[in-house]
Protein backbone atom coordinates (compact mmCIF):
# COMPACT_ATOMS: atom_id res chain seq x y z
CA UNK A 1 0.00 0.00 0.00
CA UNK A 2 1.24 3.41 -0.79
CA UNK A 3 1.35 6.18 1.61
CA UNK A 4 -1.22 7.50 -0.98
CA UNK A 5 -3.74 4.96 0.05
CA UNK A 6 -2.77 5.47 3.65
CA UNK A 7 -5.81 6.78 6.42
CA UNK A 8 -5.63 7.84 9.63
CA UNK A 9 -6.27 4.21 11.02
CA UNK A 10 -9.78 2.93 12.39
CA UNK A 11 -9.26 3.57 16.23
CA UNK A 12 -9.34 6.97 14.99
CA UNK A 13 -9.07 9.87 16.61
CA UNK A 14 -7.62 7.87 20.35
CA UNK A 15 -5.05 5.90 18.78
CA UNK A 16 -3.64 7.46 15.10
CA UNK A 17 -1.57 6.30 12.50
CA UNK A 18 1.36 8.76 12.31
CA UNK A 19 4.00 9.04 9.23
CA UNK A 20 7.53 9.61 10.70
CA UNK A 21 9.17 12.64 8.31
CA UNK A 22 11.75 13.47 11.28
CA UNK A 23 13.38 12.09 13.75
CA UNK A 24 14.15 13.32 17.21
CA UNK A 25 17.52 15.48 17.44
CA UNK A 26 17.12 16.46 13.70
CA UNK A 27 17.80 20.04 12.11
CA UNK A 28 16.41 18.32 8.49
CA UNK A 29 13.03 19.29 7.62
CA UNK A 30 11.92 16.18 5.51
CA UNK A 31 8.02 16.34 3.90
CA UNK A 32 6.17 13.90 2.30
CA UNK A 33 5.45 15.35 -1.11
CA UNK A 34 2.04 13.76 -2.66
CA UNK A 35 3.13 14.58 -6.49
CA UNK A 36 6.21 12.56 -6.04
CA UNK A 37 4.73 9.97 -3.78
CA UNK A 38 8.10 10.31 -1.49
CA UNK A 39 9.83 12.14 1.06
CA UNK A 40 11.82 15.44 0.13
CA UNK A 41 14.10 17.05 1.91
CA UNK A 42 12.59 20.25 1.99
CA UNK A 43 15.21 22.44 4.31
CA UNK A 44 17.52 22.69 6.69
CA UNK A 45 16.95 24.33 9.66
CA UNK A 46 19.05 27.75 9.65
CA UNK A 47 19.57 27.49 13.48
CA UNK A 48 21.53 25.18 15.94
CA UNK A 49 17.85 23.65 17.31
CA UNK A 50 17.20 19.89 16.44
CA UNK A 51 13.49 18.96 16.84
CA UNK A 52 12.64 17.79 20.40
CA UNK A 53 10.29 15.43 19.40
CA UNK A 54 9.67 12.83 16.62
CA UNK A 55 7.91 14.69 14.01
CA UNK A 56 5.37 13.08 11.49
CA UNK A 57 1.48 13.72 10.03
CA UNK A 58 -1.33 11.80 10.14
CA UNK A 59 -2.48 10.64 6.46
CA UNK A 60 -5.77 11.31 5.10
CA UNK A 61 -6.31 14.50 7.34
CA UNK A 62 -5.48 18.49 6.04
CA UNK A 63 -5.41 20.82 8.28
CA UNK A 64 -5.76 24.83 7.90
CA UNK A 65 -1.97 25.15 6.16
CA UNK A 66 -3.08 22.94 3.23
CA UNK A 67 -1.08 19.97 4.73
CA UNK A 68 -1.62 17.09 6.80
CA UNK A 69 -2.07 17.14 10.38
CA UNK A 70 1.26 17.16 11.87
CA UNK A 71 1.93 15.05 15.18
CA UNK A 72 4.18 15.20 17.68
CA UNK A 73 5.74 12.17 18.99
CA UNK A 74 7.06 11.46 22.52
CA UNK A 75 9.32 8.88 22.40
CA UNK A 76 12.61 7.76 23.46
CA UNK A 77 13.77 5.83 20.74
CA UNK A 78 14.67 7.52 17.10
CA UNK A 79 12.14 6.59 14.45
CA UNK A 80 13.14 6.38 10.94
CA UNK A 81 11.61 8.69 8.21
CA UNK A 82 8.38 6.48 6.39
CA UNK A 83 7.64 4.40 9.55
CA UNK A 84 4.06 4.24 10.31
CA UNK A 85 3.34 4.65 13.91
CA UNK A 86 0.23 3.69 15.61
CA UNK A 87 0.26 6.94 17.97
CA UNK A 88 -1.91 7.03 21.33
CA UNK A 89 -3.29 11.23 21.27
CA UNK A 90 -2.49 12.74 24.60
CA UNK A 91 -2.96 16.48 23.35
CA UNK A 92 -2.53 19.47 21.17
CA UNK A 93 0.06 22.08 20.91
CA UNK A 94 -1.67 25.39 19.19
CA UNK A 95 0.80 26.91 16.73
CA UNK A 96 0.16 29.52 14.11
CA UNK A 97 2.89 29.45 11.98
CA UNK A 98 3.35 32.93 9.30
CA UNK A 99 0.00 33.88 10.17
CA UNK A 100 -1.51 29.84 9.22
CA UNK A 101 -2.57 27.70 11.95
CA UNK A 102 -0.57 24.75 12.00
CA UNK A 103 -1.68 22.73 14.95
CA UNK A 104 0.27 19.61 16.43
CA UNK A 105 -1.46 16.57 17.71
CA UNK A 106 0.87 15.35 20.81
CA UNK A 107 1.12 11.38 21.15
CA UNK A 108 3.24 8.73 22.16
CA UNK A 109 3.66 5.36 20.85
CA UNK A 110 0.52 3.41 21.00
CA UNK A 111 1.87 0.26 22.28
CA UNK A 112 4.99 1.36 24.47
CA UNK A 113 4.13 0.43 28.01
CA UNK A 114 6.96 3.02 29.16
CA UNK A 115 4.13 5.78 28.32
CA UNK A 116 1.15 4.17 29.91
CA UNK A 117 1.80 6.69 32.95
CA UNK A 118 1.05 9.38 29.53
CA UNK A 119 -2.91 9.74 29.51
CA UNK A 120 -3.03 13.62 28.62
CA UNK A 121 -1.01 16.12 27.92
CA UNK A 122 -1.36 17.34 31.58
CA UNK A 123 0.74 13.81 32.54
CA UNK A 124 3.80 15.49 30.73
CA UNK A 125 6.55 17.37 31.81
CA UNK A 126 6.29 21.31 31.85
CA UNK A 127 9.73 20.90 31.21
CA UNK A 128 9.07 18.91 27.95
CA UNK A 129 6.52 21.33 26.79
CA UNK A 130 8.36 24.54 27.43
CA UNK A 131 11.48 22.99 24.96
CA UNK A 132 8.89 22.44 22.66
CA UNK A 133 7.59 25.97 22.70
CA UNK A 134 10.92 27.35 22.64
CA UNK A 135 12.02 25.37 19.30
CA UNK A 136 8.68 26.10 17.48
CA UNK A 137 9.30 29.74 18.41
CA UNK A 138 12.59 29.95 17.61
CA UNK A 139 13.51 27.19 14.99
CA UNK A 140 12.75 29.62 12.37
CA UNK A 141 14.76 32.59 13.72
CA UNK A 142 17.51 33.25 11.20
CA UNK A 143 14.81 32.75 8.06
CA UNK A 144 12.62 35.36 9.55
CA UNK A 145 9.52 33.89 10.08
CA UNK A 146 7.12 34.33 13.23
CA UNK A 147 5.79 31.68 14.74
CA UNK A 148 3.44 31.77 17.58
CA UNK A 149 2.86 28.70 20.19
CA UNK A 150 -1.22 29.43 21.47
CA UNK A 151 -0.33 26.72 24.52
CA UNK A 152 -1.61 23.22 24.90
CA UNK A 153 -4.96 21.40 25.09
CA UNK A 154 -6.23 17.84 26.35
CA UNK A 155 -7.75 15.23 24.26
CA UNK A 156 -10.93 16.45 23.94
CA UNK A 157 -9.78 19.93 22.16
CA UNK A 158 -7.07 17.49 19.82
CA UNK A 159 -10.65 15.37 18.72
CA UNK A 160 -11.86 18.57 17.45
CA UNK A 161 -9.26 19.38 15.80
CA UNK A 162 -8.74 15.90 14.20
CA UNK A 163 -12.24 15.74 13.22
CA UNK A 164 -12.29 19.40 11.74
CA UNK A 165 -9.17 18.30 9.83
CA UNK A 166 -10.34 15.07 8.48
CA UNK A 167 -14.07 16.75 7.23
CA UNK A 168 -11.37 19.16 5.77
CA UNK A 169 -9.68 16.78 3.88
CA UNK A 170 -13.32 14.41 2.95
CA UNK A 171 -14.37 18.14 1.36
CA UNK A 172 -11.17 18.43 -0.80
Not at 13 to 40: A, D, M, Q, Y
Request: with cysteine.
Amino acid sequence: MSLLDMTYGDKAPNIVNTVIENSKGSRLKIEFERELNNFVLDRVHQTHLGSPAEYGFVPSTLDEDGDALDVLLISDDPMPMGLIVPTRVIGVMYMIDSGEVDNKLVGVPADDKHYDDIQSIDDVSEHWKKAVQHYFEHYKDLKGDKVEIKGFAGIDEATKIFDECVERYNKK
